[in-house]
């Protein structure tokens, strides 16, 4: 499910929601260990958003929208057992998320 999140101008982004983004985050963390600011990069990169819009901050002011969503996603996963973490701010996957992944790509 993608979000409609309203921007300056009257504009709109789609911002996938953290349900939505709980596939690639777990997927990223397959080949080892992945920090979080790394996820953010690689799965904006993916979605394709331009400069301005991966720096639209949530109504706080204090964090990006998308940062937010893949944090979810993450803490979702971590609780599900599917992903661990590894140190301050990284996390991979585990065998239970790769067993996963193999049946539920």
């Not at 990069?41 to 706080?60: A, F, M, V």
């Not at 973490?85 to 992944?101: K, S």
Request: hydrophobic residues 35%; charged residues 25%.
């Amino acid at each position: 499910m993608f979000v409609s999140v309203p921007r300056a101008g009257g504009s709109t982004m789609a911002i996938p929601d953290y349900q939505t983004l709980m596939a690639p985050v777990l997927r990223l963390a397959l080949d080892g260990e992945v920090s979080v600011s790394e996820s953010v990069d690689r799965i904006s990169s993916e979605l394709g958003p331009t400069d301005e819009e991966r720096k639209d901050l949530l109504p706080s002011g204090r964090q990006t929208i998308i940062s937010n969503r893949v944090q979810w996603a993450k803490s979702y996963l971590l609780h599900a057992g599917v992903i661990e973490a590894t140190r301050h701010g990284h996390f991979r996957t585990t065998d239970q998320g790769r067993r996963l992944l193999a049946t539920h790509p």
